[in-house]
């Protein structure tokens, strides 16, 4: 009975949400739904589209996420996202109900609360859960299961200490600064959680919203880098530990702040305005503030229900998150470092929505030019000689290493595989687990000589998770022929319908710009 | 006998969790000798309580005769993982679980001590673990070291919480066989105890040995050993000066950046211990009936 009062009023909530939106004028229906545990997900908005693209098919929900192995399971298991989800089958085996006033009964109320939760480095240690993917395969199965415990251990914040937050950052309590405003969140978020509001002129937006004193425990926490090196160098033998602490930390201060975040998206959002297949949901910029980050609410397919559509809308999918990443890269110069499932939605034909900016990395052109260097000499130039050259230069070999060029090619073309021929190919589950297990392999004679320069620590991302990925959509493309459409070097024509659509963007782009 | 060499530490925190998560109920009777909005539950649950308890082990071993029963009749050497386990899983069962589990894993460590009997080989005297002067002092370190730990590495103790803390645990004297009336009721009958105590003490090879095995313990899973170096020091500093002296260890000043390092160690062990098998659920099961204590 209480269970059919409680779908009710849920109901109501999303008609109110519904009119409004299209009272303002918003293309889509949206559908709210409250939490995504099905999934197992994350993401600013639990939401998903009416409209599934053409072709969908296969049951929803159940299915869940099977990224096989190790990274790409590790970092979903110790993402911010998997929390509130996976306490379910765990805690909350009981009822509906039951199990909603238990997770209400758990809830954060105090700072306090969150000071003995996640207090004593235990958020830094979820941070470093949910960027585990640098250091994967070097962490042992004990701390591998602790990150992720860790995940389910942080509790959402009751609605009276989020609204504090709030009231206090924004300067009016959630019901005046908004018009609407839900106090249940919809999902986990970095170091917080996500509530749905909407503006006084309308908007449905998602609001992250940040634990009291996390920013100042964790900043403290931080300055111990000594305990942090000795607990990577544990996780993380094969790689520079000084180098991935030091780079670790910063990205982590740099994420407590949400107006760098807001920064961040707001610049890419400027970057792809007009995008065919790419978008990125504007910032409120006046309802934003250092632990309070407000944007334009998304709707969408989660991850997990895209891959259940047809092989066809999966590759679309692949080629726009392909595409922005590589585009970001070589045209912004930047780099989110967070290629994480839940901060995908999907609206078919390739569309996708791009979620989540706490962790960009912006390059400068020295940083950008060896990796630069090295992909044109390898893939277009075939000058195995520079190839190492660059790599030396930027500090990912040893000058003057006792192997021949042939072996260090040998070992690292793996990365580069899928550019390295034209045509088209389809990147397997397994392929991505080769990738890892190279980049971890202490075995080869290569790996006494290779190191990851700090400023590139958060770039192997690319190689770790987007290919994780890619294998578990088993994408197939020419993605040589993406790559040199986006190359710099090359500028290459338009090889694909979203290629056709993307370069009358970046022409008109051009065209704005000149005209600026 | 003190030749004789300890068993690895592998599985401490394994074991150790399988032992507490036992020891918490799913669905108890009753609300057990001590209650949610016991004091005794707070420091159960302080960010400090790894350190209490190796303190605690580090004072009761200076008492020859608690030392020599241990020494001569436990499994400690052969197992002493299995034997911290079990004490973290009686002490889990008396705290968090009903009045019967708690009665009942008392009556069987009352059986156990029954047949603990001997001579300790250093001073020549007779022990038996059921004389209610041995298991006092075992009870009233294990009591200060809490109250000690608390104020240092976890959320401190009021005054007034310090000495309802101690009145509390009377009842956990009582279960091992402490006739009430003996057991330090408050913080200041506690340190006249210990002072009264002190000139019966003694670091014996047998005590020197077990604490050094304990503090450095061989074999301990790698991350673990990483932050087990920070716990030690934790302990080192939180015994009283005069624990330390007989011992022989250094006690170099505890900076705050020290202090607030151990306590960045305590968290990770604490997150490591979170990552056990039912220990989250465990917690969980604690903290609802913390808070359903705490409403009005």
């Known amino acids: 009975m209480k269970r059919r009062n409680a779908a009710r009023s849920a109901v109501r909530v999303r008609r109110a949400f519904a009119g409004a939106a299209l009272a303002a004028g918003a293309a889509a229906l949206i559908v709210v739904r409250r939490r995504n545990a099905a999934a197992g997900l994350r993401g600013e908005a639990g939401l998903r589209g009416e409209a599934g693209p053409r072709g969908a098919a296969g049951p929803r929900g159940g299915a869940g996420l099977r990224l096989r192995r190790g990274i790409a399971a590790l970092r979903l298991a110790a993402r911010g996202g998997a929390r509130y989800a996976s306490n379910a089958p765990r805690l909350f085996a009981a009822a509906g109900e039951n199990r909603e006033r238990l997770r209400t009964d758990l809830a954060l109320q105090t700072a306090e609360d969150v000071a003995v939760t996640l207090g004593a480095m235990k958020g830094v240690l979820m941070k470093l859960g949910q960027m585990a993917s640098y250091v994967d395969d070097g962490l042992s199965p004990a701390v591998r299961r602790t990150l992720s415990r860790l995940q389910d251990s942080v509790p959402p914040m009751s609605p009276e200490l989020a609204a504090g937050v709030i009231t206090e950052e924004l300067g009016l309590p959630p019901e005046r600064a908004f018009a609407r405003w839900d106090p249940e969140p919809i999902a986990a978020a970095s170091i917080g959680q996500v509530h749905r509001a909407m503006t006084h002129d309308g908007h449905a937006v998602a609001v992250k919203v940040q634990y009291p004193g996390i920013a100042e425990s964790m900043a403290a926490d931080l300055d111990n880098v000594a305990l942090l090196r000795r607990m990577l160098k544990v996780t993380a033998p094969s790689q520079d530990v000084n180098a991935l602490v030091t780079e670790l930390r910063d990205r982590v201060l740099e994420e407590l702040d949400y107006r760098r975040e807001a920064d961040n998206q707001e610049r890419m959002a400027d970057y792809y305005d007009g995008h065919p297949t790419i978008h990125i949901p504007r910032i409120v910029g006046e309802l934003s503030a250092r632990r309070v980050v407000t944007s334009e609410l998304s709707g969408g397919a989660r991850w997990a229900e895209m891959t259940s559509w047809s092989q066809e809308e999966r590759d679309l999918a692949a080629e726009t998150i392909y595409r922005f990443v590589f585009r970001s890269l070589y045209g912004a110069h930047a780099f989110n470092g967070d290629p994480h499932p839940g901060n995908y939605l999907f609206h078919g034909g390739g569309r996708v929505t791009f979620l989540d900016f706490g962790l960009v990395k912006h390059f400068t052109t020295d940083e950008l030019r060896p990796l630069v260097a090295m992909v044109r000499n390898l893939c277009v130039e075939n000058d195995p000689e520079a190839f190492r050259r660059a790599m030396e230069e930027a500090g990912f070999l040893v000058p003057n290493a006792p192997l021949s060029t042939d072996v260090v090619v040998d070992h690292l073309a793996v990365f580069y595989q899928t550019v390295r021929e034209p045509g088209r190919l389809t990147i397997t589950g397994d392929y991505a687990s080769a990738v890892v297990r190279r980049f971890f392999d202490l075995r080869s004679p290569v790996a006494a000589y290779v190191s990851v320069p700090r400023s590139y620590v958060i770039l192997q991302r690319i190689n770790l998770g987007l290919f994780a990925l890619l294998g578990e959509l088993n994408a197939t493309a020419n993605w040589r022929a993406i790559a040199e459409e986006i190359w710099p070097f090359v500028r290459g024509p338009a090889s694909t319908p979203i290629g056709e659509a993307e370069a009358a963007w970046c022409a008109s782009r051009a065209a704005t710009r000149s005209l600026a | ?296």
């Open chain 2, 1 to 296: 006998m003190t030749a004789e060499a300890y068993a690895a530490a592998a599985g401490l925190v394994e074991r150790s969790a399988a032992a507490y998560v036992a020891g918490v109920p799913d669905d108890p009777a009753d609300a057990g000798f001590f209650g949610p909005d016991s004091v005794t539950w707070r420091v159960s649950t302080d960010l400090g309580r790894p350190v209490a308890g190796l303190r605690a082990l580090m004072l009761q071993a200076l008492h020859p005769l608690a030392m020599a029963g241990v020494d001569q009749h436990s499994n400690w050497r052969m197992d002493p993982v299995g034997r911290l386990a079990a004490t973290s899983g009686y002490l889990a069962t008396i705290t968090f679980g009903d009045r019967a589990a708690a009665e009942r894993a008392a009556a069987r460590v009352r059986r156990i001590h029954e047949h603990i009997t001997g001579t300790d080989t250093i001073t020549g005297q007779r022990y038996q673990a059921s004389d209610p002067a041995l298991l006092l002092w075992v009870h009233a370190t294990l009591v200060e070291s809490g109250i000690v730990a608390a104020g240092m590495f976890g959320t401190a103790l009021s005054a007034q919480d310090a000495d309802g803390y101690a009145a509390e645990m009377v009842a956990a004297a009582e279960l091992v066989g402490v006739p009430a009336g003996q057991v330090p009721a408050s913080l200041s009958d506690l340190d006249s105890y210990l002072s009264a105590a002190r000139p019966g003490l003694r670091c014996t090879p047998a005590a020197a040995e077990s604490m050094a095995y304990l503090l450095d313990p061989p074999g301990l899973d790698e991350d673990v050993a990483e932050i087990w170096a920070d716990i030690r020091d934790g302990v080192v500093a939180a015994l009283p000066s005069w624990a330390r002296d007989m011992y022989g260890y250094a006690a170099p000043p505890l900076t705050p950046a020290r202090q607030t390092e151990i306590r960045q160690a305590l968290g990770v062990l604490d997150a490591v211990f979170l990552g056990e098998p039912g220990v989250l659920e465990a917690r969980q099961r604690i903290t609802l009936r913390m808070r359903a204590a705490r409403r009005p």
